[in-house]
């Protein structure tokens, strides 16, 4: 087969010279580059394009690289930041919650979660723990009908051994429900201001040498009730003094009446309130008889509600504000 | 454009600059790689992987050698990875013959396009080396220093190695039925 001349130049010279060397080993001759330039292909239309393209995608992923570390350095400043606000807020509501709560057990003490902090006592006048870790010493309810009554008689006290001597006393029928209702009433009138004082005072001073627990189980069954008390007393005060302490431990104050109070709204009342009373510990109040109708009276023009805790104002009446914003 | 202009901006991301710059490469290395890798999707996918490289390392081009030399190594280096990840060889793709549809007529009278895939086919067959060279120095025209830097081989090997080459390929076109022209 022979090389004709519809074969292009370049082919045709190459292949000429491809055959007028016997041995390229040998031959010193040169044979130019490029004579089969005609055997280069076409390139796909679509090359350049799809090239682009990748480069285009590389770009992209380029640019994230670089702005990506940033991008999520900046979500983290925000998510944080963002999380810190949620923070702030769900205390902010957990303490709302708090101040609910308290002022739900000050106005109404008769579910069980309440009997740590509130107390109910015989003659009526209600106390707030303010230390809620400490354990009731005793525990009464609100109607005295339907719920177990403590009888507070027949202590033993053994300073020395404490716990030891537990005494139990059983069997307080109906028949003796008025009687130890009067007794605890008239007992609370005379105590009254001596056990507030008393309350503030010895349940501090008295913190080691005396502890007392009064446990109270008592089963309403219909006139019966039954009640435990195992108490424990280190010093040897006669019986109404340990009842007065018991009524009157773990840092609480006795108050007459509740008052709900808005900071912004009734700045007036606080401070005539503060003026006028003196403060026993934070938002409670002592106020004259005569004070206290001058400021039940600008209650009732402002329609404030007033919480009755206790009616048994004398001299003077304690109040406890609940203030909101 | 001036070329060095072109790398110049490629070097500050321009895509522009570097679409213009691979266009004027793109024959080139997609013949390479058709004739290396002897087949045309292949050689199609590395054209484009040695373009993202070129793109990538373009800010690495000192400018010690011409701009093509350093195109047509990284478009070299990329088959060779190709042809070590088939390892096996690849076969030759027929259809380059096929579509020519070679005819040998009664008067022994070979067209022109007959001619080419029939030298095309011998190419082809020949090893990965001698290809290489064939394609380099004579379809693509390159000088035998840049060979030398492209292959990253001595001149003297260059040399060597394509009149080897030629004469293989001397043998594959007798083999083929070509003989000397008129």
Redesign the interface.
């Known amino acids: 087969?022979?090389?004709?001349?519809?074969?292009?130049m370049g082919?045709?010279e190459?292949?000429?010279k491809?055959?007028?060397?016997d041995?390229?080993?040998k031959?010193e001759e040169e044979?130019e580059?490029?004579?089969?330039?005609?055997?280069?292909?076409?390139?796909?239309e679509s090359?350049?394009e799809?090239?682009?393209k990748?480069?285009?995608k590389?770009?992209n992923r380029l640019n994230f690289k670089i702005y990506g570390p940033i991008a999520a350095a900046a979500c983290i400043i925000i998510a944080i930041s963002f999380q810190n606000k949620i923070f702030v807020k769900s205390t902010k509501i957990e303490s709302k919650d708090e101040a609910k709560s308290e002022r739900k057990l000050a106005s109404s003490g008769s579910t069980p979660e309440e009997k740590n902090t509130t107390k109910v006592y015989d003659n009526g006048m209600k106390t707030e723990d303010t230390n809620a870790k400490e354990v009731p010493s005793t525990e009464l309810a609100k109607n005295m009908s339907n719920v177990e009554k403590s009888k507070l008689s027949g202590f033993e006290f053994n300073g020395s051994n404490e716990g030891k001597n537990p005494v139990e006393t059983r069997g307080v029928t109906k028949s003796n429900e008025d009687k130890d209702q009067a007794e605890a009433q008239s007992l609370a009138k005379s105590n009254e201001n001596k056990s507030q004082a008393e309350t503030r005072d010895s349940t501090k001073s008295n913190e080691d040498k005396s502890q007392a627990e009064i446990r109270d189980i008592a089963k309403s069954n219909e006139d019966k009730s039954q009640a435990k008390t195992q108490s424990i007393a280190k010093s040897n005060d006669d019986v109404n003094q340990v009842k007065a302490r018991s009524l009157t431990k773990s840092n609480s104050i006795a108050y007459n009446f509740e008052i709900k109070l808005s900071n912004e709204k009734n700045k007036d009342i606080i401070e005539f309130i503060e003026k006028n009373g003196e403060k026993l510990d934070e938002n409670f109040y002592k106020l004259s008889v005569n004070n206290f109708n001058v400021l039940d009276e600008m209650l009732k023009k402002q329609g404030i509600e007033k919480i009755t805790s206790c009616e048994n104002t004398e001299k003077e009446v304690i109040i406890k504000l609940n203030l909101r914003e | 454009m001036e070329e060095r202009k072109l790398i110049e901006r490629c070097r500050k991301?321009d895509?522009d600059a570097?679409?213009t710059l691979?266009?004027s490469y793109?024959?080139k290395i997609?013949?390479l790689c058709?004739y290396m890798v002897k087949n045309?999707e292949d050689a199609?996918d590395l054209?484009?992987e040695t373009?993202?490289k070129i793109?990538?390392s373009i800010s690495k081009f000192k400018g010690d050698s011409k701009f093509s030399t350093w195109v047509y190594r990284i478009a070299y280096n990329t088959c060779l990875d190709f042809i070590k990840r088939k390892k096996d060889e690849l076969p030759y793709d027929d259809m380059i013959v096929n579509e020519n549809n070679i005819n040998?007529r009664m008067d022994?009278?070979?067209?022109?396009k007959e001619?080419?895939a029939i030298?095309?086919k011998c190419?082809m067959q020949l090893n990965s080396d001698y290809r290489t060279v064939?394609i380099l120095?004579?379809?693509?025209?390159?000088?035998y220093k840049e060979i030398s830097d492209i292959l990253q081989i001595e001149i003297g090997t260059v040399k060597?190695r394509i009149?080897?080459a030629?004469?293989a390929?001397?043998n594959e076109?007798i083999k083929n039925?070509?003989?000397?022209?008129?």
């Open positions: 087969m022979e090389l004709q001349g519809g074969a292009r082919e045709k190459y292949i000429d491809m055959f007028s060397v041995d390229f080993e031959n044979i580059g490029g004579l089969l330039d005609n055997l280069i292909e076409e390139v796909p090359l350049h799809s090239i682009m990748k480069i285009d590389h770009k | 991301n895509r570097f679409e691979i266009l793109e024959k997609y013949n058709f045309k199609f054209t484009q373009a993202i793109y990538k040998y022994n009278v070979i067209e022109s001619t080419k030298i095309k190419i064939i120095r004579d379809i693509s025209g390159l000088s060597s009149n080897r030629r004469q390929l001397k076109l039925g070509i003989a000397r022209g008129c």
